[in-house]
């Protein structure tokens, strides 16, 4: 079950029997747990119920503070596997440690309320009811702008004002999709070039064949083709 969210994304939440979370990933809950702390919980298979040194319970989950995910929720814990600082704007739970999830499109919220954010991820923007879009979605006077994955939006625009995009993507790439690569080519379009450059380097080398095939023109008959002048001399 994937229902952690930390950073934008999902993450493990219950593993199956003889599993647990540790930094968003079923692990065995022998040896591979045993550096995290992680006490099985006696009434939810498959998930911690306690966390010790720099990791923090977090969704049934242990994570480590310091690294990609953990670090994105909380920035600092105590010796007892309990976050003490919440990198999303929000208080650590006393007793357990963990700390309130900001909405799933909000990179910080409100310390008040979880639900409002105070900065987004990356293709979303913060509109004037404290909630982020994505910067193709358009809301009150803020305009998306069609394709746009990275963008700015106006600051409490009085008439219809678009964002200022920064990045677009063509709207058959899926940014989610594992064959594109971070140039933005698809394997497909990688393929195509392969198969171009691999005709033009096989024209090549058939006309290098073609010219070391060609017979040569011996220095004889070079001399009688470039000095017919001196054939004749010595015929004379």
Same mark, same amino acid.
């Given at each position: ?14 593993? &199956? ?10 692990? !065995? ?41 953990? /670090? ?8 007892? +596997? ?22 799933? =499109? ?6 008040? /309320?979880? &639900? ?20 193709? $979605? ?8 069609? /394709?746009? *994955? ?8 009085? =008439? ?12 058959? *790439? ?8 971070? +140039?933005? %080519? ?7 070039? !392969? ?11 058939? %006309? ?9 023109? !011996?220095?004889? $008959? ?15």
């Amino acid at each position: 079950m994937c229902t952690a969210v930390l950073g934008g994304s999902k993450y493990c939440s219950k593993c &199956k029997s003889g599993f647990v979370p540790v930094d968003g990933l079923c692990v !065995s809950a022998g040896t591979r747990a045993a550096p995290t702390g992680c006490t099985p919980s006696t009434t939810t298979a498959g998930t911690c119920e306690s966390c010790k040194d720099a990791y923090f319970l977090q969704s049934g989950g242990c994570y480590q503070a310091a690294v990609y995910p953990g /670090n994105m929720l909380c920035t600092t814990t105590d010796n007892n +596997g309990k976050c003490t600082s919440c990198a999303n704007g929000q208080t650590a739970d006393g007793s357990t440690g963990s700390c309130p999830a900001c909405d799933s =499109t909000c990179a910080t919220c409100e310390a008040a /309320n979880a &639900k409002q954010c105070k900065t987004c991820f990356s293709g979303y923007y913060l509109d004037a009811n404290k909630a982020c879009k994505k910067c193709s $979605e358009t809301s009150s006077n803020i305009q998306g702008v069609e /394709n746009c *994955v990275s963008c700015l939006a106006p600051t409490s625009p009085s =008439t219809p004002t678009p964002v200022t995009c920064y990045v677009t993507q063509e709207p058959s *790439v899926d940014p989610t999709d594992p064959s594109i690569n971070k +140039g933005g %080519l698809s394997s497909g379009a990688i393929a195509g070039i !392969s198969v171009a450059v691999i005709a033009v380097v096989g024209g090549l080398v058939a %006309l290098t064949g073609m010219w070391t095939r060609a017979s040569p023109i !011996s220095q004889t $008959e070079s001399d009688n083709r470039l000095l017919p002048g001196r054939l004749e001399l010595f015929e004379q």
